[in-house]
């Protein structure tokens, strides 16, 4: 195996490394750590930052999506993540750092904001990832999901101000794919970063039905049509306004 990559179940960008590792062709295995004590448990491993997805790959280190991509490019000797042209790899190197820097926080946040809320969808967490005694481990983890959430800046205030924001996102996920830059026949690392963080908010059964007809959802769920775990309809009502406006 030449790569090995650490991630955790929920984690976006870590199905987009899983996604572009499976795409270039690279073998590779996943190691899947604890949500929540991931931060701590991926030191363990040998990486200095708190983050995943991290990676293993022919004897050296990386730590991010994006670094993860480069160094999966580089290593391809099939399919690449990277156009060769200068002018299109810097549309497509924008779009990707778009969509880690702005749209990756988005499915996080509301993630994180539920899990610290609702001691049922810990439950229902634990018991996916193989925790033994669920419901036990979900009261356990509550104060771990307080931290989580606030790592993520989860407040009531700043997830419905990002619920906002995401009509905006996806109207630019859509121009992204009008102008060619993703959703082409061939992906590409920027595809990657996006579609994984379109694709897990559609695993809320409230998001997906205030946006899953967007063609920014109908894209996503092209290409990557299964994403592990969905999420109860758990987001208050009126935060969902915004969304349903625009719909
Ligand atoms: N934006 C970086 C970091 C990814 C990131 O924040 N990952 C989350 C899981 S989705 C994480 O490990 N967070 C740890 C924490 O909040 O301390 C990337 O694309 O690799």
């Known amino acids: 195996v030449r790569a090995t990559i650490y991630g955790v ?12 590792a499976e795409y270039t062709g690279i073998e590779h295995r996943i190691v899947w750590i604890l949500p929540g004590l991931h931060p701590a448990l991926i030191h363990l491993y040998g990486f200095r930052g708190s983050t995943v997805p991290a990676m293993k790959l022919d004897g050296r280190r990386y730590q991010h ?23 299109r790899r810097s549309e497509v190197e924008e779009a990707e750092r778009w969509g880690e820097e702005v749209l ?40 771990v999901a307080r931290v989580m959430a606030s790592r993520a800046g ?49 695993c809320h059964e409230d998001l997906a039905a205030a ?13 990557m049509p299964e994403y592990p775990g969905t999420v109860p309809a758990l987001i208050p009502p009126q935060w969902l306004e915004p969304l349903r406006a625009t719909a």
Do not use: C
Request: no cysteine; net charge neutral.
């Open 65 to 87: 999506s994006r670094a993860i991509s480069r160094a999966l490019d580089k290593a391809s000797e099939g399919p690449r993540l990277f156009p060769t042209d200068p002018a």
């Open 9 to 20: 179940l929920p984690s976006n960008p870590t199905h987009s490394a899983r996604l572009m």
């Open 154 to 202: 989860a407040t009531d205030e700043r997830v419905r101000e990002t619920l906002a924001e995401l009509p905006g996102h996806l109207g630019h996920v859509g121009e992204l794919i009008s102008a060619g830059v993703i959703g082409g026949e061939e992906p590409n690392a920027a595809d990657f970063q996006i579609v994984t963080s379109v694709r897990t908010l559609l």
């Open 104 to 143: 990756q926080m988005v499915p996080r946040r509301v993630y994180r904001w539920i899990a610290a809320h609702h001691n049922s969808f810990r439950t229902q967490l634990a018991g996916e990832v193989g925790i033994p005694l669920p419901a036990i481990a979900a009261k356990a983890n509550a104060p």
């Open 211 to 223: 946006i899953g007809d967007h063609p920014a959802s109908r894209w996503a769920r092209e290409l």
